[in-house]
């Protein structure tokens, strides 16, 4: 039976995010197919991992992780681990490799970056060296939607791997579309965990639930001023976040957009009130939360990031026939408004957000209609179903047919990054010391005597710091 390693970067237990679900669902369905699957984290959490074998390593040490990949028959990852593992090992994988880029990482890192002040031109290029590093290392790609599929074939020719032995293959046999998914079991709600149960929530009081974290391609903003002019309307409604941050701030770090959201409800004193921060609900647990929701609402305003995200959070809502409010601009957007489970608003409209949010609070359908309407779909993005093509890849494992051609390129490409690294950290290392040299020439600036010399020294209209 072949071995499938598969290797997150994310948490593997009760708290997890977009990559970790995807890692461990795509394991647990795999495994439901007959094969042997081992799931590699530097976060092995699960104290029962049902079948799976979840194994923990660590970054520091190499050989924590080269054990698993020397056993494996196939190894998948996420693009830039990918590119990270060959850099770690500094040789390229030699075993049929699985690259999954379902999540276009690169618009959220630039984003990332921007906010927080510290983007330079050269994050593109270290981007761009990491892509082509695992666009070569793969032989199998699956990405999420179809506009996923032309963004990745245009970076695929520009890798030079579009080529007479590549295009001569069966598309899905390539480039396959896999995209996030739904369990196959419905969302079950033992006890209640919202109304009556959170301080400030009572048990008539309308949830409108967001369902996951504040990230940078986000709008919370639109969302607050939609909050003030809703709470004109009826005082009745509770907004709920599923979490503030990531979980983890050494996986992801604490986002600008969530900051200036929190200091608004602060200023606005809707904390405990009207809007609820939870912290991060346990993916075993989160369709309790889910069923005991009026609404759910996902707002995104970064029109290049919503073209080819995939919307795990989204994707909950429609587990649980949750009727939502979404920003246009991405596939599940379009995907639940086609079939009347979503509102969907243009981005950054408040008016728009508040209108929908009233208009669902007041004539939503009911739960068991929508759970009728929207049945068919759920059975098409069941997870047991949308691995197929992940499936019969293990069933006949292959190197493409320009592999070795392809991993010739990589030596170089893993020389250019580790000069891109030297250069960076000298960078690094001059913009620590102009902030150095900043700070003591504010510090100077701040003392009595210079002070005193630019008094004098103004009278001559000139400055002496």
Same mark, same amino acid.
């Given at each position: 039976m072949r071995q499938l390693l598969i290797i997150t970067h994310e948490h593997i237990g009760q708290k997890m995010a977009g990559p970790g679900i995807r890692a461990?669902? +795509?394991? =647990?369905?795999?495994?439901g197919h007959g094969f042997n699957v081992t799931l590699a984290t530097p976060y092995p959490e699960l104290s029962d991992p049902e079948d799976i074998q979840v194994v923990g390593f660590s970054w520091d040490d190499p050989l924590s992780l080269e054990q698993w990949i020397k056993?494996?028959?196939?190894?998948?990852?996420? &693009?830039? %681990?990918?590119? !990270? @593992? $060959?850099?770690?090992? &500094? /040789?390229? +994988? *030699?075993?049929?490799? +699985?690259?999954d880029l379902y999540d276009i990482s690169q618009i959220e890192q630039i984003l990332i970056f921007t906010y927080a002040g510290s983007y330079s031109a050269m994050l593109v290029d270290i981007l761009i060296e990491e892509t082509l590093v695992y666009l070569n290392n793969g032989d199998f790609f699956v990405c999420a939607t179809e506009r996923q599929r032309d963004f990745w074939l245009g970076a695929l020719w520009m890798a030079s791997r579009l080529n007479a032995s590549t295009l001569?293959?069966? @598309?899905e046999n390539w480039i396959a579309k896999v995209p996030m998914g739904i369990p196959d079991d419905p969302p079950k709600r033992d006890r209640p965990v919202l109304k009556g149960i959170v301080p400030g929530i009572g048990p008539q009081d309308k949830v409108v639930l967001w369902m996951g974290g504040l990230w940078e391609w986000t709008d919370p903003l639109t969302l607050a001023t939609a909050i003030e002019q809703v709470l004109t309307c009826r005082q009745d409604v509770r907004w709920v976040f599923g979490a503030l941050h990531h979980y983890d701030e050494r996986v992801v770090p604490k986002m600008s957009k969530a900051a200036r959201f929190l200091e608004k409800c602060q200023e606005a004193e809707w904390l405990g009130r009207y809007v609820f921060f939870l912290d991060w609900v346990p993916y075993t647990q989160r369709g309790a939360y889910l069923l005991e929701s009026d609404v759910g609402i996902g707002l995104y305003d970064q029109p290049f990031e919503s073209r080819y995200a995939? =919307?795990?959070?989204?994707?909950?809502?429609?587990?649980?026939?949750?009727?939502?409010? @979404?920003?246009? &601009?991405?596939e599940m957007a379009d %995907?639940?408004?086609a079939h009347d489970l979503a509102l969907i608003v243009?981005? &950054?409209?408040?008016?728009? $957000?508040?209108?929908?949010? %009233? /208009?669902?609070?007041?004539s939503a359908p009911c739960r068991s209609e929508l759970d009728r309407r929207v049945s068919s779909l759920r059975d098409? %993005? /069941?997870?047991? /179903?949308? $691995? *197929?093509?992940i499936v019969q890849f293990l069933k006949e494992p292959r190197l493409a047919p320009d592999?070795? =051609?392809? !991993?010739? =390129?990589?030596p170089s490409l893993v020389k250019l990054r580790r000069e891109n690294d030297d250069l960076r950290r000298e960078n690094d290392e001059l913009r620590r010391e102009n902030d150095q040299l900043r700070q003591h020439l504010e510090a100077l600036r701040e003392g009595r005597v210079v002070r005193l010399l630019n008094q004098v020294y103004r009278i001559f209209g000139k400055t002496f710091l």
């Open positions: 461990w669902e +795509i394991a =647990r369905a795999v495994t056993k494996a028959d196939v190894i998948m990852a996420i &693009g830039p %681990l990918l590119s !990270r @593992l $060959v850099h770690w090992l &500094g /040789r390229p +994988i *030699e075993q049929p490799v +699985i690259a001569s293959m069966d @598309l995939i =919307r795990a959070r989204t994707l909950d809502y429609l587990w649980a026939s949750l009727p939502c409010v @979404l920003s246009a &601009g991405d %995907l639940l408004g243009p981005p &950054g409209d408040p008016h728009a $957000v508040a209108d929908a949010l %009233l /208009r669902s609070l007041d098409t %993005l /069941r997870w047991s /179903r949308l $691995v *197929e093509p592999a070795q =051609r392809a !991993r010739k =390129r990589i």
